[in-house]
C-alpha cells in the first residue's frame, strides 16, 4: 500500500467488496497460518459482529470495517492489553486528523461527546500459556450519515461526518491509523504495556469522574491495571478491580 511504512502490520493487505465479518475472515487466514500483520478489510459486512455477540451495523463503502492479525510472543494474560492499544491509536487518529475530540472509555469504545464512533473487537486463540494468534477488530463510523443508524440502537452514536460535516477520506484515515498501530504495536514489543496505560488514562473519559457499575457498585475511576482491569476507589478508600461490567458516570 502506498505511502505506509510499517514494521509489523500490513504485510499483506486484504481489501474486498464484501464479507460476512473481517474478524471472521482474519480468524479463517491464522488457522491458514497468514503472517503476522495481515489486514482484512471490507466495504461492507453481511454479519458484522460487535460485543456480548451483538451485531455491528455495516452499511456499503461508508465506514472503516477492518481486521488485523497479530502473532505477539506474550503471556496469555496479556492479550487484553491489545484491546487497549487499538482504542489509543484509534482516537488519536481522530484526534489528529479531525481535531475531533475522541475519548477512549473501559473496555473498548471509542466516543466523542459520549456518543459511540469507533468499537473494537478482539479475539484470542491461545492454549494455556502460548497465544496462537489475536485478531484486532475495528469498527470506526466515518462517513455514515444520522439517517443512517438503525433507529433501535441500544447507545447513541456518532460518525466524523456527523461531527465535523466533512466527508473523510477512507484510504488516507486506514494509512494513518495502521501507522499509528504499527508504531504502539513495536513499542509495546518492546517496552510492554506501561505507556500505552498511560495515553489510554489520558483518554479516557471517566478518569477521576465518580462513575457506577452495572448501577450496583459506586465509585471514581483511578485507572487502569494490566489485566485491563479497571481500577476504582469506592468510598471507603479501598481499590475494587472491575472485570466486566457496564461502566457510567453519576
Ligand atoms: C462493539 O463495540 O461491539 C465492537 C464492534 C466491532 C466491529 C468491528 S467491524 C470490523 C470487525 N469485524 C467484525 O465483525 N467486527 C469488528
Given at each position: 500500500e502506498k505511502g505506509l511504512n510499517c514494521s509489523h502490520l500490513s504485510t499483506t493487505l486484504i481489501c474486498l467488496p464484501e464479507l460476512d465479518s473481517t474478524n471472521a475472515r482474519a480468524r479463517q487466514l491464522?488457522?491458514?497460518?497468514?503472517?503476522?500483520?495481515?489486514?482484512?478489510?471490507?466495504?461492507?459486512?453481511?454479519?458484522?459482529?460487535?460485543?456480548?455477540g451483538r451485531c455491528w451495523e455495516s452499511p456499503s463503502a461508508v465506514n472503516l470495517y477492518c481486521s488485523i492479525l497479530l502473532r505477539p510472543q506474550i503471556p496469555v494474560q496479556q492479550a487484553p492489553q491489545l484491546t487497549f492499544l487499538s482504542a489509543v491509536a484509534v482516537a488519536e487518529t481522530l484526534q489528529q486528523l479531525y481535531r475531533i475530540d475522541a475519548k477512549v472509555k473501559w473496555p473498548n469504545d471509542v466516543l466523542v461527546d459520549?456518543?459511540?464512533?469507533?468499537?473494537?473487537?478482539?479475539?484470542?486463540n491461545a492454549e494455556t500459556e502460548q497465544i496462537h494468534f489475536v485478531i484486532l477488530?475495528?469498527?470506526?463510523?466515518?462517513?455514515?450519515s444520522t439517517e443512517q443508524f438503525p433507529e433501535e440502537l441500544n447507545y447513541p452514536a456518532t460518525s466524523v461526518l456527523i461531527e465535523t460535516g466533512q466527508?473523510?477520506?477512507?484510504?488516507?484515515?486506514?494509512?494513518?491509523?495502521?501507522?499509528?498501530?504499527?508504531?504502539?504495536y513495536g513499542e509495546f514489543l518492546q517496552q510492554g504495556f506501561v505507556s500505552i496505560r498511560r495515553r489510554w488514562e489520558t483518554?479516557?473519559?471517566?478518569?477521576?469522574?465518580?462513575?457506577?457499575?452495572?448501577?450496583?457498585m459506586f465509585?471514581?475511576?483511578?485507572?487502569?491495571?494490566?489485566?485491563?482491569?479497571?481500577?476504582?476507589?469506592?468510598?471507603?478508600?479501598?481499590?475494587e478491580r472491575v472485570m466486566a461490567g457496564d461502566v457510567r458516570p453519576q
Open positions: 491464522a488457522e491458514e497460518d497468514a503472517a503476522e500483520g495481515t489486514v482484512v478489510i471490507a466495504d461492507r459486512q453481511s454479519a458484522g459482529r460487535g460485543r456480548l459520549g456518543k459511540k464512533i469507533a468499537g473494537l473487537l478482539n479475539e484470542m477488530g475495528i469498527g470506526v463510523n466515518l462517513n455514515m466527508q473523510v477520506d477512507r484510504p488516507a484515515f486506514v494509512r494513518a491509523l495502521l501507522q499509528l498501530l504499527d508504531d504502539y483518554l479516557c473519559d471517566m478518569m477521576s469522574q465518580r462513575v457506577s457499575v452495572d448501577n450496583s465509585g471514581t475511576v483511578v485507572g487502569l491495571d494490566s489485566d485491563g482491569a479497571l481500577r476504582l476507589q469506592l468510598d471507603d478508600g479501598h481499590i
